[in-house]
């Protein structure tokens, strides 16, 4: 089976205040269903290369490919639906819209997708809620959740439009021990029961051996 | 639900959450619509008025008899002009009757054309009022009063009386504001006047005429056609003026250049006899564009900057929703959605003010001496204003939304998400 995700030889180098060559020749594969963490010290490039595998970066040289297909020089309209086919976001901060319900924030990717109506994506969302167990928060206005609360409600919206890989970019970064062991058994769970990819980026030394493998950077290269 | 369904729906929220934002700068817009609507309104309505105290009864084309001195003179015609040098000294016009000639031919014809609304003789004469020992020169027009009052409103310039007054008694006579000031008269009274010969008739006062400007008021009076050429002493074609009203003013020109081709006549056209009105109220309109354009520029401003703090206020937002798949066009879409809301509900609120505001100025009393027949302040209420006070609040308020819009659309969000 083909892996899921795959880069190779990707570059990037930041050009402001001075260049600087931030990725050194990246190359590796995510397998289906694998659960893997990203580690390093500030700076040694993991998120910039979380960006760029979330296809919301485009400016590097080098080949990303995405469930068997090369993505690297899709147009950014196209990259945005592939994005919101096959890969959910967790950040480390939450990113609800605080106007809208949490019903409403799991629902809008779905709605942009279009694969499904309003109803069966309502009743997706309702379900996803479930599975956070956050069910019973649905009409209340994001702003109004705890900040726990609020991270699993930014799983459900990754989970909305059951993609193939979630990322996460410090997703435990903002909770404490408690909530961050919550997180991780979510996420473990999703992995086994819904053939998801992980693929997260973390500081968290006790999170990350918990997972399947740990990518360690330093200064640009995959060390391990 | 289609794309711009969800678009709309994520607008609205985002502007319902910001009532306070979004009705300063509806409110903006507003303020903007009825100060145009307003201004336009009141400053076309006394354009109207003042055009109206002067075209109105100003007809479009003057049929009179010139007396110039003829321009070939005879010896001319019999010496030829080419071969000899002839000189004339101290030539005076020959003494010509102020009457046109054939009048009522000219008159009838004219009727019948297709661009003349309506063709009026009148019959001038110069006299005395008498009283007592007082004379008073002055003037007597004899009109076709129905005529009159249905191409040039002659209506509306009679402050006592009835016009009607001329048609019911022979000698009625409407009398100018300024002579009955002058010889205490009022209607019903009689007066004595003078013709040039020295016969004298008395004129039973049916009216008093007031046009608003004193010199006229003075001088002028009006009687019948026959009455006046009674006191002229000469027959029913003795017509000294032809008043013509066109379908169009613009034609003015071009037809009393025909008619003093066709007929031996002078004809004044009412650009020549009125040239500095169009002039006044044609800077009028400019300054009250000038004016309205820059309020509702100020407001575009208003939401210009209203929703740049938005999107500085929604960069997260913006992140978020194009990192879970929506286009940097959906986003600028989200933006100019907002802008264009804001748009239609101050231009809807502006056009209410504006038209209420209108109703009370028009309400407003308003005397004047020079104009007796307006009560209250002049108010145009052309829905031409209302058009293109809605068409320039969406205009502006699609640019103010769009520059910020497009920023949106520009912004990067992973430099949003790693900037936490």
Redesign the interface.
């Known amino acids: 089976m083909k892996p899921i995700l795959e880069t190779k030889d990707i570059n990037k180098y930041f050009t402001d205040p001075v260049e600087f060559h931030v990725l050194k020749d990246i190359s590796l594969k995510l397998e289906r269903k694998e659960f893997v963490s990203i580690m390093g010290k500030s700076g040694c490039g993991k998120?910039t290369l979380l960006?760029i595998l979330?296809t919301?970066?485009t400016n590097y040289t080098g080949e990303l490919i995405i469930d068997g297909k090369n993505v690297s020089h899709e147009s950014?309209?196209n990259l945005?639906?592939i994005?919101?086919?096959n890969i959910g976001?967790v950040?480390?901060?939450h990113?609800?819209?605080?106007?809208?319900t949490v019903l409403k924030n799991i629902m809008?990717?779905a709605?942009?997708?279009?694969k499904f109506?309003?109803k069966t994506i309502k009743k997706n969302a309702l379900e996803k809620l479930e599975i956070l167990g956050m069910q019973e928060q649905a009409d209340k206005k994001a702003s109004r959740l705890s900040g726990g609360q609020k991270q699993r409600v930014a799983i459900a919206?990754a989970l909305i439009?059951n993609p193939k890989i979630i990322m996460g970019?410090e997703p435990t970064g903002n909770l404490d021990s408690k909530n961050a062991n919550i997180v991780f058994d979510i996420l473990r769970e999703l992995s086994n029961e819904l053939d998801m990819s992980m693929l997260i980026v973390t500081h968290d030394k006790d999170f990350a051996k918990k997972t399947d493998r740990i990518i360690e950077m330093e200064d640009g290269y995959i060390i391990s | 639900?289609?794309?711009l369904s969800?678009i709309w729906d994520?607008s609205k929220?985002?502007l319902?959450?910001k009532k306070k934002q979004t009705m300063v700068a509806a409110l903006g817009v507003t303020f903007g619509i009825s100060m145009f609507i307003i201004m336009m309104s009141f400053m076309t309505g006394l354009n109207q008025l003042l055009d109206g105290l002067v075209l109105n009864r100003t007809p479009h084309v003057q049929i009179y008899n010139n007396t110039d001195p003829t321009e070939t003179q005879p010896t001319d015609s019999y010496f030829n002009a080419a071969t000899n040098l002839n000189y004339i000294h101290s030539i005076k016009p020959k003494s010509r009757l102020e009457r046109i000639h054939n009048a009522l031919p000219i008159l009838s014809e004219l009727k019948k054309n297709k661009k003349v609304n309506g063709a009026t003789p009148q019959t001038i004469c110069k006299v005395f009022y008498i009283a007592g020992s007082n004379n008073l020169n002055g003037i007597i027009s004899g009109i076709d009063v129905t005529q009159e009052a249905r191409l040039f409103n002659f209506k509306d310039y009679i402050v006592e009386g009835d016009i009607n007054s001329l048609i019911k008694k022979k000698n009625g006579v409407l009398l100018g504001s300024g002579i009955a000031e002058k010889l205490s008269l009022s209607v019903g009274d009689k007066i004595q006047i003078l013709n040039p010969s020295g016969t004298s008739f008395s004129l039973s006062i049916g009216g008093i005429y007031q046009s608003g400007m004193a010199e006229i008021d003075d001088i002028q009076s009006y009687v019948n056609l026959k009455m006046a050429q009674q006191i002229l002493g000469a027959g029913s074609n003795y017509i000294s003026r032809i008043h013509v009203k066109l379908n169009d003013m613009e034609d003015a020109v071009p037809f009393s250049k025909l008619i003093e081709n066709i007929y031996d006549v002078s004809a004044m056209d009412i650009k020549e006899a009125n040239a500095q009105f169009d002039t006044g109220s044609s800077i009028r309109t400019l300054i009250s564009y000038a004016v309205s354009i820059t309020l509702l520029i100020v407001a575009g401003f208003g939401i210009y900057n209203i929703l740049n703090m938005f999107i500085y206020e929604k960069m997260?937002?913006i992140?978020?929703?194009?990192?879970?798949?929506?286009?940097?066009?959906?986003v600028m879409l989200i933006f100019i959605f907002q802008a264009l809301i804001i748009g239609v509900l101050g231009a809807a609120l502006g056009l209410g003010v504006g038209y209420g505001a209108s109703v009370i100025i028009d309400n407003i009393p308003f005397n004047s001496e020079a104009l007796p027949t307006v009560k209250t302040y002049p108010v145009n209420y052309d829905p031409l204003f209302y058009i293109t006070g809605i068409i320039f609040a969406l205009v502006s308020t699609f640019l103010a939304g769009y520059l910020p819009a497009r920023k949106a659309k520009k912004l990067d969000?992973?430099e949003i998400?790693?900037g936490?």
Request: net charge neutral; hydrophobic share 35%; aromatic share 14%.
């Open positions: 998120s960006y979330s919301m970066d950014k309209d945005a639906r994005r919101s086919e976001f950040f480390q901060f990113y609800l819209l605080p106007e809208f809008l990717p709605l942009k997708l279009g109506d309003h919206r439009n970019d | 639900m289609s794309n969800i994520i929220t985002h319902f959450s997260n937002d992140a978020i929703l194009k990192a879970t798949g929506f286009t940097g066009r959906d969000p992973v998400i790693r936490q």
